[in-house]
């Protein structure tokens, strides 16, 4: 018997799972544990529960926080329905049937104890007791606001990010009144699921990852000799909507907390080993989850942490000038690269509509910003695509663009995914390309095709995500 197996049925139609979900696994289990005090005789689908104060509030607090009505649709009795006043001091409750459970797949390293939550409920109100999304001074903050002493929040920050704990009674420096004590307020320490994993034959290793909402993403390890990099998504879709880019035509979801990034991180360096570089080039476009993503960066470069080197860490954007401009002003930058793949306005609104906002003239007044905060190289990332952005005459153009530029250009061949129209310019087409830069005295790579089987290749993420439902529950797994 699983907590998924109650429904409270009310005029106000709302789920014990909701609840369960909107708020931690420790209010659910204050709550389970009432019921089960109740002896309920679980085949009796009417059963009254007297709940506590704390239960009283979590459910009243839930009812009157935002819920998406459409994908939060009640469960409905089949048989003698229970259309009783909802009364705080008295709930009633009914097993549910079996094909109401949320329907996620369970991966290899699926937590059975995690409480996944609707896809309906907002970020903000499922993280916000997360410990792994905060830096070391919310945590400091947090700890003073328990009335404890502010540097045991060294200890909690070490024991998440640096020894991989995800569970606060493992934090053995503390006292175990104080462990028990942010449990008891509601805290806890937020894990990935493994969905999937797949394997290229080049050795590149997708991950997809199951969110507590039952949203996925995917992550991707790229192996090249020493160097093994890291590419993490920031949001479950992406709202710039790139013409070329498979992550663009999934319905943007929802943004990931600081917390669901850097446990990218940790999960694959527990699956694959060490990782030498991260790049902020998954799904989504990380300038847009600004907060959220310098955060991430703030906890990994934190020497009482996992400690990763500021220049071991790029944030790739679309080209958000205003936050770019912005990032040269944080105390820490990451290195920055810019998806640019054309070297004209007309060419690149076409491509990229983002670009309409914000020119490729305004993008690169602010890539100057940067480049004298950082004094560092920034990286113009060019996806060669056949016919369209790869000619000799784009060449000249971008030279022309890129000339006054401190810069390395990454060319990429373009990667097909299913349902787009474009084909890679094929690797004669980009050597000769690649010339005419390199006379130009442009620096630049020309990026090896990876992970492409496995369509875990540059603007391939998320193309077998596709078929997220509304709920994004019923997702085709490779
Ligand atoms: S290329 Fe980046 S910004 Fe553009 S749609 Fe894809 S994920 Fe979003």
Redesign the pocket.
């Known amino acids: 018997m699983s907590h998924l197996d109650f429904d409270i049925v009310s005029d106000l139609d709302i789920r014990i799972s909701d609840l369960c979900y909107i708020n931690s696994t420790n209010s659910y289990v204050r709550i389970y544990k009432q019921i089960m005090q109740n002896k309920p005789n679980l085949r009796n689908d009417k059963m009254n529960i007297t709940l506590d104060m704390t239960s009283k509030y979590t459910i009243l607090s839930c009812l009157a926080g935002p819920k998406n009505k459409a994908n939060s649709k009640p469960i409905k009795p089949k048989t003698n329905p229970i259309q009783s006043q909802f009364n705080p001091k008295q709930t009633q409750l009914k097993p549910i049937q079996t094909q109401n459970k949320p329907n996620l797949a369970k991966g290899r390293n699926m937590n059975e104890n995690s409480t996944p939550r609707p896809a309906s409920v907002k970020l903000s109100e499922t993280m916000s007791n997360d410990l792994k999304d905060k830096t070391l001074n919310e945590l400091e903050q947090i700890i003073a606001g328990l009335g404890q002493k502010k540097y045991l929040a060294e200890y909690i920050f070490q024991f998440i990010h640096a020894e991989d704990v995800t569970d606060i009674l493992k934090i053995t420096p503390l006292s175990k009144a104080f462990r028990e004590q942010l449990i008891k307020n509601d805290y806890h320490i937020s894990q990935l699921n493994i969905l999937n994993k797949l394997t290229d034959k080049d050795g590149t290793i997708k991950y997809v990852f199951g969110l507590d909402d039952g949203n996925r993403i995917e992550t991707v390890l790229l192996l090249d000799g020493k160097r093994r990099t890291l590419c993490v998504s920031t949001q479950a879709g992406?709202k710039?909507?790139?013409e070329f880019?498979a992550?663009?035509r999934i319905k943007f979801r929802r943004s990931l907390s600081a917390g669901e990034i850097v446990d990218q991180i940790y999960s694959v360096q527990k699956d694959a080993g060490k990782i030498s570089n991260i790049v902020y080039m998954g799904?989504?476009?990380p300038l847009e989850n600004y907060d959220a993503v310098v955060k991430s960066v703030q906890i990994l470069n934190n020497p009482a942490g996992r400690n990763i080197g500021i220049r071991h860490i790029t944030v790739s954007t679309?080209g958000l000038a205003p936050a770019i401009k912005k990032l040269a002003y944080e105390e820490i930058r990451p290195r920055l690269a810019i998806?640019l793949n054309a070297p004209t306005d007309e060419l690149r609104t076409r491509l990229?509509p983002i670009n309409k906002k914000y020119p490729i003239a305004k993008l690169l007044d602010v890539v100057r910003i940067y480049q004298l905060k950082a004094k560092e190289r920034v990286t113009f990332e060019y996806v060669m695509i056949k016919g369209i952005n790869d000619s000799l005459l784009h060449a000249g153009q971008l030279v022309k663009l890129l000339r006054t530029v401190k810069c390395n250009v990454n060319l990429i061949e373009y990667n097909p995914h299913g349902g787009c129209k474009y084909k890679g310019s094929g690797m004669e087409k980009i050597s000769r390309f690649a010339e005419v830069i390199e006379e130009a005295g442009i620096e630049n790579t020309i990026r090896l095709k990876k992970g492409s089987s496995i369509c875990a290749a540059c603007?391939q993420l998320g193309a077998n995500l596709n078929n997220v439902s509304s709920t994004g529950d019923s997702v085709r797994h490779e």
């Open positions: 992406c710039m909507g790139c880019c992550t663009g799904m989504g476009e679309c998806s990229m603007g």
